[in-house]
T-cell receptor
Framework: KAGVTQTPRYLIKTRGQQVTLSCSPI?????VSWYQQTPGQGLQFLFE???????NKGNFPGRFSGRQFSNSRSEMNVSTLELGDSALYLC?????????FGQGTRLTVV | AQSVTQLGSHVSVSEGALVLLRCNYS??????LFWYVQYPNQGLQLLLK??????LVKGINGFEAEFKKSETSFHLTKPSAHMSDAAEYFC??????????????FGQGTILTVHP
């Protein structure tokens, strides 16, 4: 069974640009969550989608948004990038009580 | 709301020694508790979880943890450390049942160093 796939693995963007990250969950998993990981703030929950609906949301500004498609694949978008958005963005697909994480997308904003 | 505190951002042990990583949680409702491990530039791998039932849970790679409700703790142990255990470990909590298992609250992490 394939794991959670995140693309791209690495990304460099300029301040003010926008970026879209992609996550393909494990087959059959309908819940997809996104997390931001930084050295200073640690792992922080961004949002969770279940069957194309946002089910939970963390405390991030509106520049961070997401969506989920009918095949459960999810995208996360960050608009007007700031230097502080540089982080490892992790996607997790969940089934029952377990969350399975992808390898992450390392975003660097310059 | 729930929160997780991991005591000790760095823990160093000798190969073959006991590993003890501490985790305390705060939750207004019964929690689900997890330990994850992260190797450099990798995602998170689930080591073990507590949901209901037996309070002593065994996970992969010889790790185990005990849920102690009275102490609001979920400490991770391994009897004998191996060099390959060197990594960062995260304790996490989610709310039991309902629609919250996709939302994890993590501790700040503990970096485990294993010396030869």
């Amino acid at each position: 069974k394939a794991g959670v796939t995140q693309t791209p693995r690495y990304l460099i963007k300029t301040r003010g640009q926008q970026v879209t990250l992609s996550c393909s969950p494990i087959s059959g998993h309908r819940s997809v969550s996104w997390y931001q990981q930084t050295p200073g703030q640690g792992l922080q929950f961004l949002f969770e989608y279940f069957s194309e609906t946002q089910r939970n949301k963390g405390n991030f500004p509106g520049r961070f948004s997401g969506r989920q498609f009918s095949n459960s694949r999810s995208e996360m978008n960050v608009s007007t990038l700031e230097l502080g958005d540089s982080a490892l963005y992790l996607c997790a697909s969940s089934y029952d009580t377990e969350a399975f994480f992808g390898q992450g997308t390392r975003l660097t904003v310059v | 709301a729930q929160s997780v505190t991991q005591l000790g951002s760095h823990v160093s042990v000798s190969e073959g020694a006991l590993v003890l990583l501490r985790c305390n949680y705060s939750s207004s409702v019964p929690p689900y508790l997890f330990w994850y491990v992260q190797y450099p530039n990798q995602g998170l791998q689930l080591l073990l979880k507590y949901t209901t039932g037996a309070t002593l849970v065994k996970g992969i790679n010889g790790f185990e943890a005990e849920f102690k409700k009275s102490e609001t703790s979920f400490h991770l142990t391994k009897p004998s450390a191996h060099m390959s255990d060197a990594a960062e470990y995260f304790c996490a909590v989610s709310l039991a049942g309902g629609t919250s298992y996709g939302k994890l609250t993590f501790g700040q992490g503990t970096i485990l160093t294993v010396h030869p």
